[in-house]
């Protein structure tokens, strides 16, 4: 079975602060990596993935993710965040196998960026 | 391109009744997902359907709920007589096959 720990719940922060959100999983077999993001009332939505590859990961609206193994950990990081960055963010886990369609998902962090 | 689509977005019932959720994945799409956020819980995979067929429903609890996804027509989540555990926010996504999974706005469902 595998899991995610969203080390915080809720982050506040200061517009154009760096931010970090914290993300550790367990698997006993290889995995795929995702952070979400929700806005309140919408859907998640996909920041970024790691499949394979570079472990450092890039994604939209300025947002990167590094996969350390050893740690087994997919850290969250944004170097400024803006106001419109306030919303809750998932960290997310698949096999890399098969059944990789299944997502396990932490609890979530909600990010409060204020001015 | 419209999303993902779900309705209602807030449900409620009484103990006992059945509650329907209802899930239009985005055009194109013949693959949906449904999971569950438990209060204080992360989201949770229940089901995995393409069209007419159930493909994995190693998430379900066993008893009272099911779910379809017919050739015409949304996807539909159905929890037969619901009780206060069932009270959660349900998602869908869809997606086309292997590639990323796209979320609805989620289904409140409170359970009286």
């Known amino acids: 079975a595998q899991s995610v720990t969203q080390l915080d719940s809720q982050v506040p922060v200061f517009e154009e602060a760096p931010v970090e959100l914290r993300c550790n999983y367990s698997s006993s077999v290889s995995v795929y990596l995702f952070w979400y993001v929700q806005y309140p009332n919408q859907g998640l939505q996909l920041l970024l993935k790691y499949l394979s590859g570079s472990t450092l990961v890039k994604g939209i609206n300025g947002f990167e993710a590094e996969f350390n193994k050893s740690q087994t950990s997919f850290h969250l990081r944004k170097p400024s965040v803006h106001i419109s960055d306030t919303a809750e963010y998932f960290c997310?886990?698949?096999?890399?196998?098969?059944?990789?369609?299944?997502?396990?998902f932490g609890k979530g962090t909600l990010l409060t960026v204020n001015p | 391109n419209a999303g993902v689509m779900q309705n209602p977005r807030h449900l409620v019932r009484r103990r006992g009744q059945e509650a329907r959720l209802r899930c239009s994945p985005m055009k194109g799409h013949s693959h949906v997902y449904w999971y569950r956020q438990l209060p204080e819980e992360g989201l949770k995979f229940m089901v995995y359907l393409q069209k007419e067929n159930i493909i994995d429903e190693s998430g379900m609890p066993k008893e009272r709920f099911s779910a379809e996804f017919p050739k015409e027509g949304p996807s539909i989540l159905r929890i037969q007589q619901v009780v206060r555990g069932d009270s959660a926010a349900y998602f869908c996504?869809?997606?086309?096959?292997?590639?990323?999974?796209?979320f609805g706005p989620g289904t409140r469902l409170t359970v009286l």
């Open positions: 997310a886990v698949s096999n890399s196998g098969g059944s990789n369609y299944k997502l396990t």
């Open positions: 996504a869809s997606s086309e096959i292997y590639n990323e999974q796209f």
